[in-house]
């Protein structure tokens, strides 16, 4: 039988020592190509012949380009599809789409409006299947700002993270680096948008030390590195609800004030200037939401060489 695919599913797939490996991957291929133009490539070409397809059922700016440019850097090809310009928008299945992509491609890239679509196309594609993000998980960012913030401020294990407003698909993965890498973690979230329970179950089976309150201040007082996302994500529906319950956990300078001093402020982006934060906030000497941004491209590197050249 064949070897399984090697997925990049969720954080929780992996233990703390491969994340590691991942993120130190990334920082010197980052390193080795500092001020070179976007378009040159990576000298060893790693992924020279390899094929990736990326497919987009929400939209995106970050994770295409990132993964784009990634691929090439590697020396491989890409090809982003739209999931309504395909069979898929005419009810195609996952499972059906994804054991034709595996004739085609070697590792394919879902941006999901469902989790349960990328569970579907894991389980049926023959080729690495990486999240890009979904209703439920956004590993890819996560790793990326794991990777920012221990630039910027050393090892996770020695930070204390506030995350303030919805206990969104980025909190999810947050909440699994944390109990994988270490560190310690602090919701601040309406009772109503918690995060899902069953992660933080798996979560505190881990021993991590993560703490659930519906205060914003009380999830900021003392952190160094705060960090939040938009009030109505992709998938959701309930925008003028969660604008209402959100309001009190907007990132300004007011909130800002009880975190340590010079605490970093991440935001995965798009964000909604003025809704979640604030343009000081955002634009402010400690933000690092761009830095987040860039490493993006260097994270997505070492992930498809993860999954794509095991050993490499
Ligand atoms: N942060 C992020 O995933 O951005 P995009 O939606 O632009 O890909
Ligand atoms: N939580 C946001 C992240 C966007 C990158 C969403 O799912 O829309």
Redesign the pocket.
């Known amino acids: 039988m064949a070897a399984s695919p090697r997925h990049f599913l969720d954080l929780r797939d992996f233990d703390g020592a491969a994340l590691g490996r991942i993120i130190a991957s990334a920082r010197q291929r980052k390193q080795a190509r500092s001020g070179w133009p976007k378009g040159k490539p990576d000298p060893d070409l790693p992924l020279k012949g390899h094929m990736l397809a990326l497919i987009f059922q929400?939209p995106s700016t970050?994770?295409r380009v990132s993964f784009e440019v990634a691929m090439r850097q590697l020396g491989g090809e890409v090809l982003a599809l739209s999931a309504n310009e395909t069979q898929i928008g005419r009810g195609e299945t996952i499972a059906d789409t994804a054991r034709v992509l595996s004739r085609y491609v070697d590792a394919i890239m879902l941006r999901a409006s469902d989790h349960t679509h990328l569970a579907e196309l894991a389980e049926h594609a023959t080729v690495p299947v990486i999240n890009g993000?979904t209703?439920l998980t956004?590993p890819c960012?996560v790793m990326a700002d794991v990777m920012t913030l221990e630039e910027e401020r050393g090892p996770l294990a020695q930070q204390k993270i506030a995350w303030v407003g919805?206990g969104?698909?980025?909190a999810a993965s947050w909440i699994q680096a944390v109990a994988l890498l270490g560190g310690e973690l602090r919701l601040g979230c309406p009772e109503q948008l918690a995060p899902e329970p069953r992660n933080l179950a798996w979560a505190a089976k881990n021993n991590a030390a993560i703490r659930l309150t519906t205060s914003p201040q009380d999830a900021v007082r003392g952190a160094n590195c705060v960090i939040t996302?938009?009030w109505v994500?992709?998938?959701d529906e309930d925008a003028a609800s969660r604008h209402n319950l959100l309001k009190p956990y907007q990132v300004n300078a007011a909130l800002m004030k009880l975190a340590a001093p010079g605490a970093m402020f991440m935001h995965?982006?798009?964000a909604h200037r003025g809704e979640e934060v604030t343009d000081d906030v955002m634009d402010g000497p400690h933000s690092a939401i761009f830095d987040e941004a860039e490493n993006r491209l260097h994270i997505q590197k070492s992930i498809l060489l993860h999954c794509l050249k095991p050993g490499a």
Do not use: G, Y
Request: proline letters at 5%; charged letters at 20%.
């Open positions: 929400r970050r994770t993000l209703s956004h960012q919805d969104n698909n980025v996302d938009a994500s992709m998938h995965c982006l798009p």
